[in-house]
T-cell receptor
């Protein structure tokens, strides 16, 4: 059983399109995250939700809109995709926020904007 | 200044060697520290926490120096399977982990 699953694994699309990435965790965790890993390998936090409430919005353009319908799901919708959005997007979850450092990551979504 | 800085490497070492590397963090109020491991094209996974007194997990030893704001990781008796990128991670608040860009280690036969 995959603990944190995100789909799709690969996403290739044209500039200007709108796309969504879905994430689900079956660990019973309260906190979920979206991270972006760019070509320089930096993992940067984008959003954090705790029990469906937005906790962190890390100066991400408002073209990115997270949605958490319940605490097991955190989806990411991106409008008007730009070349610079190309990256790997990781969803993650944790039980105790960042306190114990134990984040469980999904396998990532490689987004390529052409 | 980046919140967490690491020497990107790569560190190329033969099997059985010892390899060590550091990371520095900028926020002196940071509370918790960790090392994650990321294999090529895979997700990061927690390797170990870093405690103030230093700690070991098998062949891996982590140290924390709060005064100088750096964390280290030492790998003894390197195995081929230790080849990966090691990410230094620092908590900035209850919900935010800040990741370094990683140090790449390649262990050769």
């Amino acid at each position: 059983d995959t603990a944190v699953s995100q789909t799709p694994k690969y996403l290739v699309t044209q500039m200007g399109n709108d796309k969504s990435i879905k994430c689900e965790q079956n660990l019973g965790h309260d906190t979920m995250y979206w991270y972006k890993q760019d070509s320089k390998k930096f993992l940067k936090i984008m959003f954090s939700y705790n029990n469906k409430e937005l906790i962190i919005n890390e100066t991400v353009p408002n073209r990115f809109s997270p949605k958490s319908p319940d605490k097991a799901h955190l989806n990411l919708h991106i409008n008007s995709l730009e070349l610079g959005d190309s990256a790997v997007y990781f969803c993650a979850s944790s039980q105790l926020g960042a306190a114990d450092g134990k984040l469980f990551f999904g396998s990532g979504t490689q987004l390529s904007v052409l | 200044r980046k919140e967490v800085e690491q020497d990107p490497g790569p560190f190329n070492v033969p099997e059985g060697a010892t390899v060590a590397f550091n990371c520095t963090y900028s926020n002196s109020a940071s509370q918790s520290f960790f090392w994650y491991r990321q294999d090529c094209r895979k997700e990061p996974k927690l390797l170990m926490s870093v405690y103030s007194s230093g700690n070991e997990d098998g062949r891996f030893t982590a140290q924390l120096n709060r005064a100088s704001q750096y964390i280290s990781l030492l790998i003894r008796d390197s195995k081929l399977s230790d080849s990966a990128t090691y990410l230094c991670v620092v908590t900035l608040n209850d919900y935010k982990l800040s990741f370094g860009a990683g140090t790449t280690v390649t262990v050769r036969a």
